[in-house]
């Protein structure tokens, strides 16, 4: 019944490929089927979403649960929570100019190397891998912080021989031969990339919206491992305007087959500290948050309550 809809805006922190679960959520009215009306809202700034939070510009964010460990090292008192995974893999990709079929870590060792400038964790994933590998992570010859554009040009041209991006750059390059796959970090298994998160206050006084998101996510979820990629391409499409609907297709194809997406909203512990050691270990969080601390786990379940 319409009385019994409840509206919400939502902030979405950057545009991406990944984040589809999200849009298809939307677009495909798995939403509006939980008995929610939501606007979205596009941060101007991946960093400026918790500050939305924070000042009631909105109810409720995805996002990696990162940026709340980021809050919580910088104020212990925090009232950010996160609840329900989503994207449950880290979606980014290493291309190289020349093939690579047998990728170690230790080839990132020589080649100019230009990693992802636009948010944190990309890198602090990375250079756990390295670490992990044996490797220190400042023997890579990096080259200046650009954006994943800016370095898919200079890899085109000759100037770079590795690029860290994420889709629909990678396919930008390697589709029409201009780079190659060397490594999917989705091959690192769960680590927690992406969750909602909200003030404790919301997740208490609005939690019926809360329970409503994550229904039509699951939904959702459910209906991204299933249905046929170019229906869902199709479905998403009004997101990616300039994006040919038979390359978004392969890009869903290309995620699914790298397990991409959560099968369900749980956030598990251990993801949530594979995540967390890559914070400590790179430095960008010095406090070893708890899991039960930011993370709502009763919101955080196939049937949330």
């Given amino acids: 019944m319409a009385e019994d809809r409840i509206a919400v805006t939502l902030c979405e922190n950057l545009r ?3 984040y589809i679960p999200f849009y298809l959520a939307h677009a495909g009215g798995y939403w509006r089927d939980a008995g929610l009306d939501v606007t979205l809202w596009t941060a101007p700034d991946p960093s400026q979403t918790a500050a ?3 000042d009631g510009r909105v109810a409720v964010s995805w996002g990696g649960p990162m940026r709340v460990m980021m809050h919580h090292d910088q104020d212990r008192n925090c009232p950010l929570v996160c609840f329900a995974q989503v994207v449950s893999r880290d979606p980014f990709i290493l291309i190289g100019r020349d093939p690579n079929r047998n990728f170690r870590f230790r080839d990132l060792v020589g080649p100019k190397v230009a990693i992802t400038s636009e948010v944190p964790t990309p890198w602090m994933l990375l250079q ?3 670490r992990r590998a044996g490797i220190d992570p400042a023997t890579l010859n990096r080259t200046a912080d650009r954006s994943m554009a800016e370095n898919s040009a200079l890899l085109r041209a000759g ?3 590795v690029v860290q991006v994420f889709e629909p750059y990678a396919d930008d390059l390697a589709a029409p031969g201009h780079g190659h796959v060397w490594h999917r ?3 690192r298994g769960d680590v927690a990339f992406t969750s ?5 206050r919301f997740a208490a006084e609005g939690r019926e919206t809360c329970i409503r998101l994550v229904h039509g996510i699951a939904a959702a979820l459910t209906a991204l491992h299933q249905k046929p990629a170019n229906d869902i391409a199709h479905a998403v499409a009004p997101f990616f305007p300039d994006r040919p609907e038979a390359s978004l297709a392969c890009i869903i194809e290309n995620f699914r087959a790298s397990e991409l997406w959560a ?3 749980e956030l598990p512990a251990d993801a949530f500290v594979r995540l967390k050691c890559a914070l400590l270990s790179g430095g960008l969080i010095s406090y070893d948050v708890p899991y039960e601390h930011v993370v709502d786990r009763a919101l955080s379940s196939s ?3």
């Fill in 16 to 18: 991406t490929a990944s």
């Fill in 52 to 54: 939305a939070l924070l």
């Fill in 128 to 130: 756990e891998d390295l």
């Fill in 159 to 161: 100037d770079i021989d």
């Fill in 185 to 187: 970090a989705s091959e």
């Fill in 196 to 200: 909602f998160y909200t003030s404790r």
């Fill in 263 to 265: 099968t369900s909203p």
């Fill in 303 to 305: 049937d949330p309550e």
